[in-house]
């Protein structure tokens, strides 16, 4: 999750008190800004002074933050309201929901209560949210860029420093980012699940057919993001760590010598602990090491990305932790070491099979599966009127319903992977982006993989996934719909999204019968 850490333990703490895992769900909520009269992309103005008065009418504590002197969030007990990379693309992460039998209700109640504050702030500045996962209309200029995006300074170390063109996903790209915790102990199967089978998600929740209004010619054209930014990149390893893996990994060993090995270059490092990688005061290491070869240095020289002053970096163990957002599948392992070890610690650790994850139980680690392939969606008068409330109520909380129904059932995911084939399900990722149900092969694993995950659910809890069975038996996603809608529009681009936005604008929660306890 963006700031709040999903709370699950391992075997024991320092003092020898045991951690029991305990599991948990959380949501990242990314939301397309429309102008509610147009729909055109619109950066938000007002909206976080009107989302705090929201808030606070209800009785709920929110502290703003702030970038240049400009609000860009509110924190508070149930969620971090915020932005992604511009101020049209609005994050929400919830804080963690306690898992297992009706925690995907629980989670349901908490995003559609979010999704109304937000919904009932957006109109002091005259917008709505969309039910898309890249904004039709909106364009990538360098203007629009400017004007748009966030301060924050790791941008200007990617864009300035790494070559990466940031702007590429300016136009408001939006996921429904799906955060499961797992035991440390199943973190890497659990990971190579979530990678493998990221094909069926990526078509299930496709939703982004236009981009810069014009068809794409993909269902799910936001996964095509990464070349776009990393391919003219400085380092080639940017572009590496965004690519399918060649085979499956073996243990967390492995996974990070992947993610930090030869071949690699490390992010700027912060000039004092922190676990905001956004927005820390950094320092780039000389020579651009990977992170392995910094850490086992004593010392390494560096320049600051702030003011361009030298200074010596003393690697430390939670440069290691803080380096974990470095790579861009579609699906990432997060965690939090909750007693931090030594750096010594972890370098003998990563040496020996198996050594890290027996480390990270020692330090009681939080650790969970972050799911990038699923397209942000939301109720809309479409869906309602095509697939009735039960598929409508369900879509907010869909994918977090097919992850953790995977992992709940992860001996049978990972059957799978081994039928399938590592290299067979690798295959998979561009069909469904491209064709989505229409390709035979993402059909097929679409059914078998909801098979899985409704295994995997509470009999109770299987509810959650009438969106994408929804889809599976009709072959028509969210990106079929607004294809429909777009192609029967008369006129040009803006025409097209007028009547985008009167059948793809997220509706209200509390257009469901029964739905308006927002308690939590």
Same mark, same amino acid.
């Given at each position: 999750?963006?700031?709040?850490?999903?709370?699950?333990?391992?075997?024991?703490? &320092?003092?020898?008190?045991?951690?029991?895992?305990?599991?948990?769900?959380?949501?990242?909520?990314?939301?397309?800004?429309?102008?509610?009269?147009?729909?055109?992309?619109?950066?938000?103005?007002?909206?976080?002074?009107? +989302?705090?008065?929201?808030?606070?009418? &209800?009785?709920? $504590?929110?502290?703003?933050? !702030?970038?240049?002197?400009?609000?860009?969030?509110?924190?508070? #007990?149930?969620?971090?309201?915020?932005?992604?990379?511009?101020?049209?693309?609005?994050?929400?992460?919830?804080?963690?929901?306690?898992?297992?039998?009706?925690? +995907?209700?629980?989670? #349901?109640?908490?995003?559609?209560?979010?999704?109304?504050?937000?919904?009932?702030?957006?109109?002091?500045?005259?917008?709505?949210?969309?039910?898309?996962?890249?904004?039709?209309?909106?364009?990538?200029?360098?203007?629009?860029?400017?004007?748009?995006?966030?301060?924050?300074?790791?941008?200007?170390?990617?864009?300035?420093?790494?070559?990466?063109?940031?702007?590429?996903?300016?136009?408001? &790209?939006?996921?429904?980012?799906?955060?499961?915790?797992?035991?440390?102990?199943?973190?890497?199967?659990?990971?190579?699940?979530?990678?493998?089978?990221?094909?069926?998600?990526?078509?299930?929740?496709?939703?982004?057919?236009?981009?810069?209004?014009?068809?794409?010619?993909? &269902?799910?054209?936001?996964?095509?993001?990464?070349?776009?930014?990393?391919?003219?990149?400085?380092?080639?390893?940017? +572009?590496?760590?965004?690519?399918?893996?060649?085979?499956?990994?073996?243990?967390?060993?492995?996974?990070?010598?992947?993610?930090?090995?030869?071949?690699?270059?490390?992010?700027?490092?912060?000039?004092?602990?922190?676990?905001? !990688?956004?927005?820390?005061?950094?320092?780039?290491?000389?020579?651009?090491?990977?992170?392995?070869?910094?850490?086992?240095?004593?010392?390494?020289?560096?320049?600051?990305? $702030?003011?361009?002053?030298?200074?010596?970096?003393?690697?430390?163990?939670?440069?290691?932790?803080?380096?974990?957002?470095?790579?861009?599948?579609?699906?990432?392992?997060?965690?939090?070491?909750?007693?931090?070890?030594?750096?010594?610690?972890?370098?003998?650790?990563?040496?020996?099979?198996?050594?890290?994850?027996?480390?990270?139980?020692?330090?009681?680690?939080?650790?969970?599966?972050?799911?990038?392939?699923?397209?942000?969606?939301?109720?809309?008068?479409?869906?309602?009127?095509?697939?009735? $409330?039960?598929?409508?109520?369900?879509?907010?909380?869909?994918?977090?319903? +097919?992850?953790?129904?995977?992992?709940?059932?992860?001996?049978?995911?990972?059957?799978?992977?081994?039928?399938?084939?590592?290299?067979?399900?690798?295959?998979?990722?561009?069909?469904?982006?491209?064709?989505?149900?229409?390709?035979?092969?993402?059909?097929?694993?679409? #059914?078998?993989?909801?098979?899985?995950?409704?295994?995997?659910?509470?009999?109770?809890?299987?509810?959650?996934?009438?969106?994408?069975?929804?889809?599976?038996?009709?072959?028509?996603?969210?990106?079929?719909?607004?294809?429909?809608?777009?192609?029967?529009?008369?006129?040009?681009?803006? #025409?097209?999204?007028?009547?985008?936005?009167?059948?793809?604008?997220?509706?209200?929660?509390?257009?469901?019968?029964?739905?308006?306890?927002?308690?939590?």
């Amino acid at each position: 999750m963006k700031a709040i850490t999903p709370r699950t333990g391992s075997s024991s703490s &320092k003092n020898g008190a045991p951690f029991s895992y305990r599991p948990r769900l959380g949501l990242e909520m990314e939301m397309v800004v429309a102008d509610a009269q147009s729909g055109a992309s619109l950066p938000v103005r007002r909206y976080f002074e009107a +989302l705090a008065a929201v808030k606070r009418r &209800k009785g709920v $504590d929110c502290e703003p933050y !702030y970038l240049d002197g400009r609000c860009v969030g509110l924190s508070t #007990a149930r969620a971090d309201c915020g932005l992604d990379n511009g101020f049209n693309l609005l994050e929400t992460a919830l804080a963690p929901i306690e898992g297992g039998k009706g925690g +995907l209700e629980r989670l #349901a109640v908490a995003a559609n209560a979010e999704l109304a504050d937000t919904l009932s702030a957006l109109q002091v500045d005259g917008a709505c949210v969309l039910s898309a996962s890249q904004h039709p209309t909106c364009g990538r200029d360098a203007e629009w860029y400017r004007r748009v995006c966030v301060s924050r300074p790791i941008y200007r170390e990617l864009r300035e420093y790494r070559g990466w063109h940031h702007w590429e996903g300016i136009d408001a &790209k939006a996921q429904n980012g799906a955060n499961t915790s797992v035991p440390v102990r199943d973190a890497i199967r659990a990971l190579n699940v979530a990678v493998a089978l990221a094909p069926a998600s990526i078509a299930l929740f496709a939703n982004s057919p236009i981009e810069s209004g014009r068809i794409s010619g993909y &269902k799910e054209n936001r996964m095509r993001l990464w070349p776009h930014v990393f391919a003219p990149a400085r380092f080639p390893g940017d +572009l590496y760590l965004s690519r399918y893996p060649a085979r499956p990994f073996r243990d967390l060993a492995d996974f990070f010598h992947w993610m930090f090995g030869p071949g690699t270059v490390t992010r700027g490092l912060p000039l004092e602990l922190s676990d905001d !990688y956004k927005a820390a005061p950094t320092a780039l290491p000389e020579g651009d090491p990977c992170l392995q070869d910094f850490l086992r240095a004593a010392r390494w020289p560096a320049r600051r990305m $702030d003011n361009g002053q030298g200074v010596d970096l003393v690697p430390h163990a939670q440069h290691f932790e803080y380096s974990q957002i470095g790579q861009f599948l579609d699906a990432r392992l997060r965690y939090k070491l909750h007693t931090p070890p030594s750096l010594a610690d972890i370098l003998r650790a990563w040496e020996q099979d198996g050594g890290l994850e027996a480390l990270f139980e020692q330090c009681g680690a939080d650790a969970y599966i972050e799911a990038r392939g699923p397209g942000a969606a939301f109720a809309d008068a479409d869906l309602l009127e095509e697939a009735g $409330d039960e598929a409508a109520r369900s879509v907010i909380a869909a994918p977090s319903a +097919l992850q953790a129904g995977l992992l709940g059932n992860l001996d049978e995911a990972c059957r799978l992977l081994q039928n399938r084939t590592w290299e067979g399900l690798g295959a998979l990722r561009e069909p469904a982006m491209r064709f989505g149900l229409a390709h035979e092969g993402v059909r097929s694993l679409c #059914a078998e993989v909801l098979a899985i995950a409704r295994d995997g659910l509470d009999a109770g809890d299987r509810r959650w996934l009438a969106y994408p069975e929804f889809v599976l038996a009709t072959g028509r996603s969210a990106a079929d719909r607004m294809l429909d809608t777009w192609v029967s529009a008369v006129g040009g681009p803006e #025409a097209r999204m007028r009547a985008v936005l009167g059948r793809h604008a997220a509706l209200h929660p509390d257009v469901f019968e029964g739905q308006t306890r927002y308690r939590v």
